[in-house]
């Protein structure tokens, strides 16, 4: 086997001198870079996990905001829609009542209206009697040539009175 390695040109010395060389050489690698590159390999897989984990909940949340918005906004549009009913009953209540009040009111007018005319009227009746009455006393005094007392003037104004009834 020397006789292979020298053809070669393999020197066992040296060779073993490369191979302790190289186990150093492994040795100062292993420990200075293999290491340090592991753990920043770790740290850097550990923390795509944790950004993975951290998206994953960011969904999950998101998910969750859009159900309670939509739940929000469902909500709104039926107080809404509750509110607008309210108010239209409302209105129309306030109108209906302001319909009852007015025809009230305007009953009301006509029936005081109608009891001034009626009164009105009895007045000036009773004023065109009067007259009619003075009227017929000056006209049968003229006529008669005769001076009525007050009693036969009264007298005479009843009568005409009642026959134009």
């Known amino acids: 086997m020397d006789i292979i390695l020298k053809q070669f040109g393999v020197e066992p010395l040296l060779l073993i001198a490369q191979v302790v060389n190289f186990l150093v050489l492994l040795y100062i690698l292993k420990r200075v870079l293999y290491k340090p590159i592991l753990k920043v390999l770790d740290?850097?897989?550990?923390?795509?996990?944790?950004?993975?984990?951290?998206?994953?909940?960011?969904?999950?949340?998101?998910?969750?905001?859009?159900?309670?918005?939509?739940?929000?906004?469902?909500?709104?549009?039926?107080?809404?829609?509750?509110?607008?009913?309210?108010a239209?009953?409302?209105?129309?209540?306030?109108?209906?009542?302001?319909?009852?009040?007015?025809?009230?009111?305007?009953?009301?007018?006509?029936?005081?209206?109608?009891?001034?005319?009626?009164?009105?009227?009895?007045t000036m009746?009773?004023?065109?009697?009067?007259?009619?009455?003075?009227?017929?006393?000056?006209s049968l005094q003229k006529v008669t040539g005769k001076v009525l007392t007050s009693k036969d003037q009264k007298k005479l104004v009843e009568q005409s009175v009642k026959e134009l009834k």
């Open 125 to 138: 009746q009773q004023e065109l009697r009067e007259d009619l009455a003075n009227l017929v006393a000056i």
């Open 88 to 122: 239209t009953k409302s209105a129309n209540q306030i109108i209906e009542d302001s319909q009852i009040k007015a025809a009230t009111d305007i009953e009301e007018m006509l029936k005081k209206s109608r009891d001034q005319i009626k009164q009105d009227r009895e």
């Open 43 to 86: 740290d850097r897989k550990a923390m795509i996990a944790q950004s993975i984990k951290n998206s994953e909940e960011i969904e999950k949340k998101l998910a969750e905001t859009e159900e309670e918005k939509e739940a929000a906004l469902e909500k709104a549009a039926k107080e809404a829609q509750r509110i607008l009913e309210d």
